[in-house]
Nanobody, 111 residues
Framework: QVQLVESGGGLVQPGGSLRLSCAAS????????MGWYRQAPGKERELVAI???????DYADSVKGRYAISTDIAKNTFYLQMNSLKPGDTAVYYC?????RGQGTQVTVSS
């Protein structure tokens, strides 16, 4: 089991950017699945971005072209770069490494 801690959330204006980080408590390996999910109030949790075991990356249609997932294996950390943020992106964002999940970080997009 690995503990995951997200950071980087906050309040940002529409059109702004944030970079979320997910720090793991031990070494992570690129052969494992890493992903970001989000859950907005009153909505189901949805997959935002994922790196599969084969290294393929996939995004939710709603964030394609705006979000980018990346990893820094040496730092046991993976990231979610979020650009051109919209009010509809407001949610608690969670990172996931295989079956382990962090506590989440709040992202609020509002003017």
């Amino acid at each position: 089991q690995v503990q995951l801690v997200e950071s980087g959330g906050g309040l940002v204006q529409p059109g702004g950017s944030l970079r979320l980080s997910c720090a793991a408590s031990r070494s992570i390996f690129s052969i494992n699945v890493m992903g970001w999910y989000r859950q907005a109030p009153g909505k189901e949790r949805e997959l935002v971005a994922i790196i599969g075991r084969d290294g393929n990356i996939d995004y939710a249609d709603s964030v394609k072209g705006r979000y980018a997932i990346s990893t820094d294996i040496a730092k046991n950390t993976f990231y979610l770069q979020m650009n051109s943020l919209k009010p509809g992106d407001t949610a608690v964002y969670y990172c996931k490494y295989n079956l382990d999940r962090g506590q989440g970080t709040q992202v609020t997009v509002s003017s």
